[in-house]
């Protein structure tokens, strides 16, 4: 009774066995079939493909094998020629080997010699072909006792030798399964050593992980096999009956998992979303519906225990609580399996969710563009890409390349014209042919371009992101060109967001600027006016909204001769009012060391044309009135003639002097003197108020001031201020223009 239970245990392991042994191998085969359909085009794919196929053979064939030997009650099957089709599998060995020769990159020896890399499997074709022909050699010499008494009569004298010569092929077909056991074992370890290098030479970080997934897997599978197998056949160690099947049906489950699992989550192969969606939704639905089948069948069973109702209601029932429920478990499982296996950085879907979420904080061209690269590089597999944007200068587009930046590129280029007409992701190929080659596309070809992605915003040309081949060496598939299309569309967008920002924030600074510079000007301003029974004083100043440089002060010297200075800084803004300043402070210590008025400016101009640059200088006029002597003495660095308006109504224009300050460094100036009689004014002023324009365009000009200064001469200065400032206004209707306006009167007593 035992021996029946042992007997009836052995069988249901052996069925057990022969199950899983077909699934797994068909499983194998079926992912071989899935790799090949995907791009049979590809060598890669087809190699793949073969060594899938031969691993999953292997198992198929044993569990057929043990199927036929539990029919035939246990007893072992006929060496016949289809049995030896079993040893087919075993050319596993030599494709695995040519598998890593070419994956993840292609070995030099086979891009060197491509035909030699089927010599690996001349050991394996023998060995298949001594099998089919002389597999179990007792078994056939065997057969030499024959019923026939005639035959017996003519082989007797041969019977001796027939057996020494079954004995020595008995240990002849030993020595080969050994022999050939080191062989499969050295493939395997040429395999990992290869896979291994491969994994060494990867630097796509996704690629990496890919190949390190198939490295494991590989490595596990078939150190498994050689445990179960190989080290056994060799003697090395001793592994019988149901360990040997476990180590083999867990070597079986590890390779093919690694396999989908790289398909899944890693787009080995480039596989694209849509297969690996099919793939993974066969599966859950198949284990769901086993899994369905086997719950509802256990409690339909139940129930008719239970019940003791033995009707095809039971089953009807429960045919129909499948067909209720099933589907929206099947929902529920596809969605869960969706979210855990393919929602990863390779989904088109979650590249554009994790793109858009990035873009959406990021207000910086230049990191936009890292952005869109590091995309292209670690979840597209692109091995190179870089970007051609406009230039700084108009007319330019620039190629942004490490090492090669800066390649200006004229935008009359038929290739930019190109680019804008198609819009979208278009092969390079097309974009060359029947087209004469041009700088942009000698460069492109050069660089083994293959993708063009041109950058539209609003109508114009932004950008191109140009794409060389992908990591796997496949073309672009439709998939991703679409996916390209949409993360350029968002790309533009953020692009126009980010200058905007740009322009904001410069703004902001600029005003912020702007604010600095005035609180500098209204500083270095007099903060009275000096007063003298000898002379009459008014100064005005309206600053621009972008603020100049204009200025003026007043220095009281000893003597009680007074220093007058009006300058006007080229420029804008901070800039302006810093070089303002330091004039104001070498003027004022050359003044204050009584220098003459030709070496103080003279001295002025040098510090000038050392500090700044050469399109930065400064117009000034200093003058000194000695009130004991009535003399104006004075020198003009390229100002406005200042207007000396004698009482009679004459005028005379200040313009001695010599060059404007910090356009060169050894500068000589010339000063006069003139005599000032009581109530002759002189007028100095800025060309913000010379240069003021009416709305119609016309210019305030020199003629009208000198006139408005002579029509009223006889007003105080105060008062001759105020009026000047009046008709100004009048002038411009209340726009006191974009640069500042300054005048100031003296008058003497």
């Given amino acids: 009774?035992?021996?029946?239970?042992?007997?009836?245990?052995?069988?249901?392991?052996?069925?057990?066995?022969?199950?899983?042994?077909?699934?797994?191998?068909?499983?194998?085969?079926?992912?071989?079939?899935?790799?090949?359909?995907?791009?049979?085009?590809?060598?890669?794919?087809?190699?793949?493909?073969?060594?899938?196929?031969?691993?999953?053979?292997?198992?198929?064939?044993?569990?057929?094998?043990?199927?036929?030997?539990?029919?035939?009650?246990?007893?072992?099957?006929?060496?016949?020629?289809?049995?030896?089709?079993?040893?087919?599998?075993?050319?596993?060995?030599?494709?695995?080997?040519?598998?890593?020769?070419?994956?993840?990159?292609e070995h030099p020896v086979v891009a060197r010699w491509p035909r030699a890399k089927y010599l690996v499997f001349l050991p394996h074709l023998f060995h298949v072909l001594w099998l089919a022909f002389l597999a179990r050699p007792q078994v056939r010499w065997s057969g030499l006792d024959a019923e026939s008494a005639i035959v017996r009569t003519l082989l007797a004298p041969f019977d001796i030798a027939m057996r020494i010569g079954a004995y020595g092929l008995n240990l002849l077909f030993d020595f080969h399964l050994k022999f050939f056991s080191m062989i499969n074992l050295l493939y395997i370890a040429g395999a990992i050593w290869a896979l291994r290098i491969g994994h060494r030479s990867v630097t796509n970080v996704r690629l990496r992980d890919q190949v390190g997934i198939i490295l494991r897997g590989i490595q596990l599978a078939v150190g498994l096999y050689a445990i179960a197998f190989i080290l056994p056949t060799l003697g090395i160690i001793k592994v019988y009956g149901p360990l040997r099947d476990a180590f083999t049906i867990v070597a079986l489950l590890v390779g093919a998992g690694s396999i989908a699992w790289s398909i899944i989550r890693y787009q080995f192969l480039d596989t694209r979303l849509i297969v690996r969606q099919s793939f993974v939704f066969t599966v859950s639905s198949a284990l769901l519906v086993g899994m369905y089948l086997l719950v509802v069948t256990q409690i339909a069973s139940l129930v008719r225990n239970v019940l003791e109702i033995q009707t095809p209601l039971v089953d009807a029932a429960f045919i129909l609580v499948i067909l209720i429920f099933f589907q929206p478990l099947k929902d529920r499982v596809d969605d869960l399996v969706s979210r855990l296996f393919l929602r990863d950085r390779s989904d088109p879907r979650a590249i554009l969710e994790h793109f858009s979420r990035q873009v959406a904080s990021v207000f910086d061209v230049q990191d936009l563009k890292?952005?869109?690269?590091?995309?292209?590089?670690?979840?597209?597999?692109?091995?190179?890409?870089?970007?051609?944007?406009?230039?700084?200068?108009?007319?330019?587009?620039?190629?942004?390349?490490?090492?090669?930046?800066?390649?200006?590129?004229?935008?009359?280029?038929?290739?930019?014209?190109?680019?804008?007409?198609?819009?979208?992701?278009?092969?390079f190929e097309e974009f060359v042919i029947d087209r004469p080659l041009t700088p942009m596309t000698e460069i492109l070809t050069r660089w083994s371009?293959?993708?063009?992605?041109?950058?539209?915003?609003?109508?114009?040309?932004?950008?191109?992101?140009?794409?060389?081949?992908?990591?796997?060496?496949?073309?672009?598939?439709?998939?991703?060109?679409?996916?390209?299309?949409?993360?350029?569309?968002?790309?533009?967008?953020?692009?126009?967001?980010?200058?905007?920002?740009?322009?904001?924030?410069?703004?902001?600074?600029?005003?912020?600027?702007?604010?600095?510079?005035?609180?500098?000007?209204?500083?270095?301003?007099?903060?009275?006016?000096?007063?003298?029974?000898?002379?009459?004083?008014?100064?005005?100043?309206?600053?621009?909204?972008?603020?100049?440089?204009?200025?003026?002060?007043?220095?009281?010297?000893?003597?009680?001769?007074?220093?007058?200075?009006?300058?006007?800084?080229?420029?804008?803004?901070?800039?302006?009012?810093?070089?303002?300043?330091?004039?104001?402070?070498?003027?004022?210590?050359?003044?204050?060391?009584?220098?003459?008025?030709?070496?103080?400016?003279?001295?002025?101009?040098?510090?000038?044309?050392?500090?700044?640059?050469?399109?930065?200088?400064?117009?000034?006029?200093?003058?000194?009135?000695?009130?004991a002597t009535r003399i104006l003495t004075y020198t003009n660095a390229g100002h406005n003639q200042p207007m000396l308006v004698r009482c009679d109504g004459r005028c005379e224009r200040l313009d001695c002097g010599g060059l404007v300050l910090g356009v060169m460094p050894n500068v000589t100036y010339e000063v006069e003197e003139v005599r000032l009689e009581p109530m002759d004014t002189v007028f100095f002023f800025t060309d913000g108020l010379s240069d003021l324009e009416s709305p119609s365009g016309t210019d305030f000009g020199e003629e009208r001031i000198e006139r408005l200064v002579i029509k009223h001469r006889a007003l105080p200065a105060e008062q001759l201020s105020r009026q000047i400032v009046s008709e100004a206004t009048a002038f411009s209707q209340g726009d006191l223009g974009f640069d500042d306006l300054t005048m100031v009167v003296f008058r003497a007593i």
Wanted: with cysteine; charged share 15%; glycine share 8%.
């Fill in 370 to 427: 890292k952005l869109m690269l590091s995309v292209m590089t670690e979840q597209l597999f692109v091995e190179r890409a870089f970007f051609v944007t406009r230039g700084p200068a108009p007319g330019r587009f620039v190629i942004e390349l490490a090492g090669l930046a800066g390649e200006g590129i004229e935008a009359t280029d038929w290739f930019f014209q190109e680019a804008l007409r198609r819009g979208r992701p278009t092969a």
């Fill in 1 to 105: 009774m035992a021996g029946v239970r042992g007997g009836g245990l052995r069988v249901n392991w052996q069925i057990v066995v022969a199950v899983l042994y077909l699934a797994l191998g068909a499983v194998l085969i079926w992912l071989g079939t899935v790799i090949l359909r995907e791009n049979p085009r590809s060598r890669v794919n087809r190699i793949t493909a073969l060594m899938l196929l031969f691993a999953g053979l292997g198992p198929v064939f044993a569990a057929i094998g043990s199927t036929l030997e539990q029919s035939a009650g246990g007893a072992a099957l006929p060496t016949t020629f289809p049995y030896t089709l079993f040893y087919l599998w075993e050319l596993f060995f030599p494709q695995l080997l040519l598998f890593t020769l070419v994956f993840p990159v």
């Fill in 449 to 627: 371009c293959r993708l063009v992605v041109p950058v539209v915003d609003r109508g114009e040309l932004s950008a191109v992101l140009v794409l060389g081949e992908k990591v796997s060496g496949y073309k672009y598939t439709v998939e991703d060109v679409n996916l390209l299309a949409t993360l350029s569309n968002q790309l533009a967008t953020a692009i126009t967001n980010a200058h905007l920002y740009q322009e904001a924030i410069e703004k902001q600074k600029l005003e912020e600027e702007l604010n600095v510079a005035r609180q500098i000007q209204r500083n270095l301003l007099p903060r009275a006016l000096p007063h003298s029974p000898h002379y009459e004083l008014a100064a005005f100043t309206q600053p621009s909204r972008q603020v100049g440089g204009d200025y003026y002060d007043f220095f009281l010297l000893p003597d009680g001769i007074l220093g007058i200075v009006i300058a006007d800084v080229s420029g804008k803004g901070l800039g302006a009012a810093l070089l303002v300043s330091q004039i104001q402070a070498i003027l004022k210590a050359e003044v204050r060391h009584q220098r003459a008025i030709a070496r103080a400016v003279a001295n002025t101009n040098a510090f000038v044309a050392e500090i700044t640059a050469a399109e930065q200088f400064a117009t000034m006029v200093y003058a000194e009135y000695n009130p």
